[in-house]
């Protein structure tokens, strides 16, 4: 049997990076590492051997012409109308994978979302997803997670519960079964007829898991900006370009 070749040029990642954040101004372009936080995942998108588009999603001309010299296209600026606080990633993927494939009359087969604000990837995450989702046609997405050993709580009619009923017996963390946190905004591959449904990730997945401390590092205030670049001291800027 004749395996399917791989194809790059079917493959997009797409970049939501909106200018009206409130809790942190300018939040895409604010300079972290000597580049705009906007800069690290084109850039690592870029040189992924997956890819073959790497698109950003803006409503800000600022943005746009940012990430156009880092290497990303930006065939459209985001109509004002999918640039809100309200406005969910879901409905920023559609739009644009859906505006771009009319714009060029081309499908694609696999969406690549990365995220800005959450930039302390391995860039290997992004190939490795992309891969394993081409090679099991039985999955919807592939995405990284984070493990961890902590325990859960949600609140259930006005009750607080464990999350899981394992989490009840207490041992020590090496002896204790994991879960995962969802980072989609790290690096998700999903079968791009799920975007033009509205949806980031499908049911039936694979995770790509590690342990990094400082993948939990998502930007949205000032606070965070200063752990970013403390941080990033700590691991290297050449670790994430």
């Not at 049997?1 to 101004?25: P, W």
């Not at 980031?200 to 790509?208: A, K, L, T, Y």
């Not at 965070?224 to 050449?238: F, H, P, Q, R």
Request: aromatic share 8%.
């Amino acid at each position: 049997m004749i395996k399917k070749k791989f194809n790059k040029k079917k493959v997009i990642c797409i970049i939501c990076a909106r200018g009206g954040s409130k809790s942190l101004k300018n939040k895409n372009i604010l300079k972290i590492g000597g580049k705009p936080l906007i800069a690290y995942p084109i850039i690592q998108a870029k040189k992924s051997k997956n890819i073959g588009t790497v698109l950003v999603t803006t409503d800000s001309k600022k943005i746009a012409a940012i990430a156009k010299k880092y290497g990303a296209i930006v065939p459209f600026l985001r109509p004002k109308e999918l640039a809100k606080d309200t406005t969910t990633t879901e409905d920023t993927l559609k739009h644009a994978l859906l505006t771009y494939e009319k714009m060029i009359n081309f499908k694609f087969d696999i969406g690549v979302f990365l995220s800005a604000s959450d930039f302390f990837r391995k860039k290997i995450w992004i190939d490795q997803c992309v891969t394993k989702l081409f090679q099991n046609k039985n999955i919807d997405s592939v995405f990284s997670g984070n493990l961890t050993h902590k325990n859960f709580w949600e609140l259930k009619n006005k009750n607080w519960k464990r999350l899981k009923e394992s989490m009840k017996k207490y041992s020590s963390r090496q002896f204790k079964k994991p879960i995962v946190r969802e980072d989609t905004g790290l690096a998700c591959a999903s079968r791009a007829d799920l975007w033009r449904k509205g949806r980031r990730i499908g049911d039936r997945v694979e995770i790509i898991t590690n342990n990094e401390s400082f993948s939990s590092i998502d930007i949205h205030d000032i606070d965070d900006l200063k752990l970013a670049k403390s941080a990033l001291k700590i691991k290297g800027v050449k670790n994430f370009i």
